[in-house]
């Protein structure tokens, strides 16, 4: 009878590990159906897997197992190195100090059942393959993207970290900023970080290093390009270094663009425009290829951290524990190493005429600079980019650097007879309303923001427009308009505003102006300074008329003098305070953020239009209105300033 | 946004101020403040808005005479112009129907391009 047994308990094993073996297939296919990982039932040879790393299915933070239980449980394997569990996967990933222990702990914990609370899980045990590059273990590469691993060998690689020669570099940089940005060398011609592009008329003595020669040659060789790359870029990535997300600039180089990594393995980040991302692992000594799509649209970057999650286990990992995951399916902890990269690219001479245009600066026409208007649609349309938006941008940081209110404007507040009415038309943050207890003061101002603040401070504010304020005419016995009309960019608009002022005035009422003053330096030495003057003396409106063609408006450099009285002044936001969406100016000179220098993250820069006034201007323009009289002007903090009474009789 | 800014304004025949929060705070009562205000305000008007806002209490609805050295009327208007202030709500042009909205104290005026 016992042979019999036996064979029926042989048969009802084998049925026993056929229905786990069953369950476990489907486990892995959910696994690679809806979280992209891809397994195998036992270690083999034809792939290269680790043969330490499993997934546990079902053993998940995401269906209830704890990691304190699971740990456990595995524990009966052996030594686990790492347990990554996500915080809303029904799956684990586990990497055991040996192959041994990952084997025992296979065998023992598939099909094992867990009591979790007051459900009964099952957990399968799958070993786990590599990234590699024809089957992935997340998604599928970006289109046009081939990685080519062991490209060149040991030795190879050792010859070309040698050939480099950092120590021309180093002298120029120090010590301290090696530490915090990787490391850069240009050949062939020179990578410029303010335009990024090369200078295509200047090629860098020496050429390529001869040490990379048959790098090329094999990579023409295995047909990976047509014409030998005229230009090498090195950069040297410490752990815990990267390089932001960027697309190489489509007018600089042709495709493919080679990149050559020497040292550790790192992971590339790939995104596309519609938000879609892959990570890509790139092991040492490996050839990445970047062609079409992946060259064109997709960006690529180097997130700066000190460990990746990779699939392959590294003998070398620390017992790091995380539950941390990137947006791909990557199972272990791997440590970042000292990784230097040779990226390999052909100068392109003729414009790029991709199928990517959205990307293409040869095919993007670049952001046009305004010029001055000429009608009053154009003069809103500059207002409400160059000045109304960025004053609700910086309105906090601006606030800030407005405090200390200047005394002659406090002195105009003060001689005014109590209980008079003052609008402040353009009262920015609220500066000058609390100047004078005794007057009752409201202010307005086109900014939101500041308006706001304003509000905060305890003062009566609202939004409205400086040419259209919501007032009774003849009601204020004062007004104030101080750093206000320069912003507005016709002659027309900033008479009007004057215009408006006077409105609110009662007869006898008086209004004080400041501007921004064209003449900064401003001596008692008259002759000379008018001399000055006349020799920068830009075209006024009048001759303006006459252009046919409109003038492009000009970025002043902050602190020095003008050389134009239409222009636009920078202002670097500090302190974020940024709102979501701000617009900064295209024009700034900081280079944006698709770059491979080893810039910092640049201040936003905003640029606000102003018309600075001549000296007399503000006269001469307070003149053509009627009805007023100019009762002083005087130039006060690098600002011309007028006193005008609204006549009694008009 | 207290009271004052509506009678100084041009919708200052507003038919009535859709308020949604009003606050009344206390403020220092100044005297000559408040009667050197009184010209300068549509009387009616006033008397409206602060009745729609339901602060009219005992204000006069007629401008009294000799209001300057009537402390206890000046009273009952510095309370209305200065302490009573409208936090959330909207005015109401009574032409257009425009509508201004209140935003935490902060009235906007701002027209669009067309209404300009």
């Known amino acids: 009878m016992e042979p019999c047994l036996e064979n029926v308990k042989a048969i009802r094993r084998s049925k026993e590990e056929k229905k786990l073996l069953r369950k476990q297939i489907k486990a892995s296919h959910t696994l690679l159906k809806h979280e992209g990982i891809s397994t195998v039932s036992k270690p083999t040879k034809d792939y290269i897997i680790s043969l330490q790393s499993l997934v546990v299915a079902n053993g998940g933070l995401g269906n209830g197992v704890s990691r304190e239980q699971l740990q456990v449980v595995l524990g009966e394997g052996g030594d686990v190195e790492t347990l990554i569990m996500h915080p809303h996967k029904p799956y684990a990933l586990v990497t055991y100090r040996t192959e041994v222990s990952a084997q025992r702990g296979h065998v023992l914990l598939n099909g094992r059942q867990l009591q979790c609370g007051d459900q009964v899980v099952t957990l399968y045990l799958s070993y786990v393959d590599t990234v590699d590059s024809e089957s992935g273990v997340c998604a599928v590469l970006p289109p046009g993207l081939v990685l080519v691993e062991e490209f060149v060998s040991l030795e190879e690689e050792a010859l070309l970290l040698d050939a480099i020669d950092w120590k021309s570099h180093d002298e120029e940089v120090t010590v301290q900023k090696a530490l915090k940005h990787r490391r850069v060398k240009h050949y062939g011609y020179e990578f410029r970080y303010d335009n990024n592009n090369v200078d295509k008329d200047k090629p860098l003595p020496g050429g390529l290093p001869q040490a990379c020669v048959f790098v090329l040659e094999r990579c023409v060789r295995d047909r990976h390009v047509k014409v030998m790359p005229d230009q090498l870029t090195v950069n040297q990535y410490q752990a815990g270094q990267g390089i932001p997300p960027h697309v190489d600039t489509h007018s600089a180089f042709e495709e493919p663009i080679l990149s050559l990594s020497l040292g550790a393995k790192t992971v590339m980040d790939f995104r596309h425009p519609d938000g879609r991302s892959v990570a890509v692992v790139l092991p040492g000594r490996s050839l990445l290829v970047m062609k079409g799509e992946s060259r064109y649209l997709w960006t690529h970057g180097i997130t700066p951290r000190k460990f990746d999650v990779v699939p392959a286990c590294d003998p070398e990992s620390p017992v790091a524990v995380t539950s941390d995951f990137s947006n791909h399916s990557n199972l272990t902890l791997s440590r970042r190493g000292t990784r230097t990269s040779l990226t390999f690219r052909n100068v392109r001479r003729t414009p790029c005429d991709c199928a990517h245009p959205s990307a293409c600066d040869s095919q993007q026409a670049p952001p046009s600079p305004p010029s001055l208007p000429r009608s009053q649609t154009d003069a809103c349309r500059l207002e409400a980019e160059y000045v109304h938006s960025v004053y609700e941008e910086i309105a906090g940081h601006f606030s800030s650097t407005r405090h200390s209110p200047w005394p002659r404007v406090c002195h105009f507040l003060s001689s005014l007879e109590p209980g008079s009415i003052v609008a402040d038309v353009g009262c920015g943050n609220g500066k000058y309303l609390g100047v004078n207890p005794e007057v009752f003061a409201m202010g307005c101002d086109r900014s939101c923001a500041l308006v706001q603040i304003c509000s905060e401070r305890g003062f009566q504010a609202f939004v409205s427009d400086a040419l259209s304020v919501p007032l009774r005419s003849d009601i204020c016995d004062a007004c104030i308009s101080i750093a206000v009309i320069h912003h507005l960019s016709t002659q027309e608009r900033r008479q009007a505003a004057v215009e408006e002022l006077v409105r609110l005035l009662r007869p006898g009422g008086r209004a004080l102006i400041y501007v921004w003053a064209l003449e900064q330096e401003y001596n008692k030495q008259r002759s000379k300074y008018l001399k000055e003057t006349r020799e920068q003396a830009p075209p006024d409106d009048h001759n303006q008329e006459t252009r046919d063609s409109p003038v492009k408006l000009s970025v002043h450099t902050n602190r020095t003098a003008f050389n134009s009285q239409d222009l636009l002044v920078p202002w670097h936001l500090k302190d974020g305070g940024i709102k979501k969406g701000g617009r900064v100016s295209k024009m700034t000179k900081d280079p944006p953020i698709d770059t491979k220098s080893p810039v910092l993250a640049p201040c936003p820069v905003f640029h606000r239009f102003y018309h600075v006034f001549q000296q007399g201007e503000l006269e001469e323009l307070c003149a053509r209105i009627t009805g007023v009289m100019v009762q002083c002007s005087y130039h006060d903090q690098g600002n011309w300033c007028v006193i005008l009474e609204k006549t009694r009789d008009r | ?116």
Not at chain 2, 6 to 35: C, D, H, M, W
Not at chain 2, 76 to 82: G, P, Y
Not at chain 2, 94 to 106: A, D, K, L, N
Request: proline share 5%; hydrophobic share 40%; glycine share 6%.
């Open chain 2, 1 to 116: 946004m207290c009271i004052c800014i509506l009678y100084l304004n041009v919708l200052s025949r507003i038919s009535g101020s859709q308020a949604t929060e009003v606050k009344v705070s206390e403020v220092e009562f100044n005297p000559n403040f408040v009667s050197r205000m009184i010209p300068k305000l549509e009387w009616s008007a006033l008397v409206q808005a602060a009745d729609g806002l339901g602060h009219l209490q005992d204000l006069p609805t007629e401008l009294i005479a000799d209001y300057e050295a009537n402390e206890d009327f000046l009273r009952k208007v510095h309370r209305v112009l200065l302490e009573v202030e409208v936090l959330e709500g909207c005015l109401q042009c009574p032409e257009s129907g425009r509508e201004f909205p209140i935003t935490r104290g902060v009235p906007n005026m701002l027209l669009n391009e067309e209404e300009a």
